[in-house]
Each structure stands twice: as structure tokens, then as C-alpha cells.
């Protein structure tokens, strides 16, 4: 079971992202929709009754979430999102990331051209139409196997040069491991010592860090990740690792020492939010109490 799910923030158009996603990328498919109550809702989201409140799709077994809302937080590359072709697994690995690149550039922007980088023989980072940035990588297929999709974190402005303290801290948290670390040479200038890339499992998920070359962006509610929990004890565990900013708190919503949005949620959410006056309640909230919804 996948328990932490990247959400991605979209201005009324996540319906809309989520079917173009499912048609351009492999294994892509819409899994729900769920519904803003059609009435009970706050003054600043009244036009958003009866719409898509958000959407869950799955990109080659990989689960994503859409939330639609308003123009509130902006979209960034801080986190993107790596794809792996791998020439052992598919033999036409080459040929289906040139496709994947032509639709997600059409209305985007190439952040790096694709070509030959070193690290990979064919290598792009595009952000596409709705701003979501990714990475096409050809993978070297030696050494442990990776998913094909993967989160990758980037750690710039405020957060710059803690890429292997979050690293240390995520792996303590959630009892996981690193598996690539790589850091600047000392003749990198400014940034020797940093982190060129690494990678690390969280709840048998693979994620992606790498400290920014100098850019402004950081971490913004763009892109959350959703952390399902069994029950109101495990909640208040993740919740008090995780919070770092008090009035970043709302309805199970916190935000990490590194900026990093986090939403600390039941499994049983859905359940919990079909109970009479779920909504408003919940908006009410700073971490969820379950036993607020009986």
C-alpha cells in the first residue's frame, strides 16, 4: 500500500490535468473523483460548490492526487517529478520517453533540453502546461532496481544546503534508508559539500533530494504529501515530528522544519467525511481529530 501520495494544487483545472495525465504517461488512469459539498462551504470557496474537490490518478502503479482550488500557491520545480526508463525493463525505453516528452512540452517549457548529461545519455526536465515539472530520465539499468516514478525534493532559497539534513531527519521519522548520496567535489565553489543528488526510501517509497544551484523557489503548499495513518494515535506521532510552523496548521495540514507541506490524514478519511457536517468541521481543525467526526 502506497501511504504517502504526492498531492499537486491545481487552479480549477485539476479534472482536467488528472485526464491528461492519464492519457500521455504509461499505465495513467483517473481512480476518483471526489465532490465539494454543494452547500456549507467558507465565502472563499463558495464558487468551488458541487466541482471536483480533487482527484486520485495512477501513473504506472504510482498514486497521485490532484486538489483543485483556487490561484492561491503557484506551482514550482522544487518538487518535481522523476521518471525512469529503463532500457532492461522496456526495450523501447528511449523511443517512449521522446513521446512522453513531445506531450508534456506541448504548452510548457523545457527547464533542461534533452539530451546527453553524463549522468544519463538522455536526460530532460520539462515543466508542462499546468506547471508541473518533470524529469525523463534513460536509466542505467546496473545496481538496485528503482520505481518509475519518483518525487524528487529540491532544496533552494531558505532551505539551501539541507538536502542530506532532511535526508537524515525524513529516514529517522518514518525508520527508513538512504540509498544514493552524492555530494559536490570541493572545487564545486559555493556549493561543495552539498548534495548533487540523492535518493531514499520512506515506508518502501523511494524519494529524490538534491541541494538548488542558487535558485529563488522553495517549498509551498504546490505540492503536499499525503501521509495515511491507522488511527488517531499514529496521527499524533507523525503530526508532532513533522509540524514545525504553527500557522502553517489547518485542517491536517503542517509544514516541516525544511518548508516542506505535509497532509497527516486517517485512512479512513473518506468514510469520515461522508458523516453529516464533515466538511465545515474539518476546515475547523488544525490536526484531524477522528473523534471529532462520531
Known amino acids: 500500500m502506497q501511504r504517502i501520495v504526492p498531492n499537486i494544487w491545481f487552479d480549477h483545472t485539476?479534472?482536467?490535468?488528472?485526464?491528461?495525465?492519464?492519457?500521455?504517461?504509461?499505465?495513467?488512469?483517473?481512480?476518483?473523483?471526489?465532490?465539494?459539498?454543494?452547500?456549507?462551504?467558507?465565502d472563499f470557496q463558495a464558487d468551488m460548490a458541487g466541482q471536483p474537490l480533487s482527484v486520485e490518478l495512477e501513473i504506472a502503479g504510482y498514486r497521485l492526487g490532484a486538489i483543485n482550488a483556487g490561484p492561491e500557491f503557484p506551482l514550482n520545480p522544487s518538487v518535481s517529478f522523476l521518471a525512469n526508463f529503463d532500457p532492461s525493463v522496456d526495450p523501447q525505453a528511449r523511443e517512449h520517453l521522446d513521446e512522453l516528452w513531445?506531450?508534456?512540452?506541448?504548452?510548457?517549457?523545457?527547464?533542461?533540453?534533452?539530451?546527453?548529461?553524463g549522468f544519463s545519455p538522455h536526460y530532460?526536465?520539462?515543466?508542462?502546461?499546468?506547471?508541473?515539472?518533470?524529469?525523463?530520465?534513460?536509466?542505467?539499468?546496473?545496481?538496485?532496481?528503482?520505481?518509475f516514478l519518483t518525487p524528487a525534493l529540491m532544496f533552494g532559497h531558505t532551505a539551501q544546503g539541507r538536502a542530506a539534513e532532511a535526508v537524515d531527519f525524513y529516514t529517522s521519522v518514518f525508520a527508513g534508508r538512504t540509498g544514493t548520496m552524492l555530494k559536490y567535489p570541493a572545487d564545486a565553489g559555493p556549493v561543495a559539500g552539498e548534495v548533487m543528488f540523492s535518493d531514499f526510501q520512506l515506508l518502501d517509497q523511494w524519494f529524490a533530494a538534491t541541494d538548488s544551484a542558487g535558485h529563488d523557489f522553495t517549498f509551498t503548499c504546490g505540492v503536499s504529501l499525503m501521509l495515511t495513518c491507522a488511527d488517531q494515535a499514529e496521527i499524533d506521532h507523525y503530526w508532532s515530528q513533522l509540524s514545525a510552523v504553527p500557522q502553517a496548521e489547518?485542517?491536517?495540514?503542517?509544514?516541516?522544519?525544511?518548508?516542506?507541506?505535509?497532509?497527516?490524514?486517517?485512512?479512513?478519511?473518506?468514510?469520515?467525511?461522508?458523516?453529516?457536517?464533515?466538511?465545515?468541521?474539518?476546515?475547523?481543525?488544525?490536526?484531524?481529530?477522528?473523534?471529532?467526526?462520531?
Open 124 to 147: 530532460g526536465w520539462v515543466k508542462d502546461k499546468y506547471q508541473v515539472s518533470w524529469q525523463l530520465m534513460l536509466t542505467n539499468p546496473e545496481g538496485e532496481p528503482r520505481p
Open 250 to 294: 489547518r485542517c491536517g495540514w503542517c509544514t516541516d522544519k525544511f518548508g516542506l507541506s505535509w497532509q497527516v490524514v486517517p485512512a479512513d478519511l473518506d468514510t469520515l467525511m461522508s458523516t453529516p457536517g464533515a466538511y465545515p468541521r474539518l476546515m475547523s481543525m488544525t490536526k484531524i481529530d477522528t473523534t471529532a467526526f462520531a
Open 102 to 117: 513531445e506531450a508534456l512540452i506541448d504548452g510548457g517549457e523545457a527547464l533542461m533540453p534533452l539530451q546527453d548529461y
Open 14 to 42: 485539476a479534472a482536467q490535468a488528472a485526464q491528461f495525465y492519464a492519457s500521455v504517461f504509461p499505465g495513467g488512469r483517473v481512480l476518483s473523483t471526489r465532490c465539494y459539498p454543494t452547500e456549507g462551504l467558507p
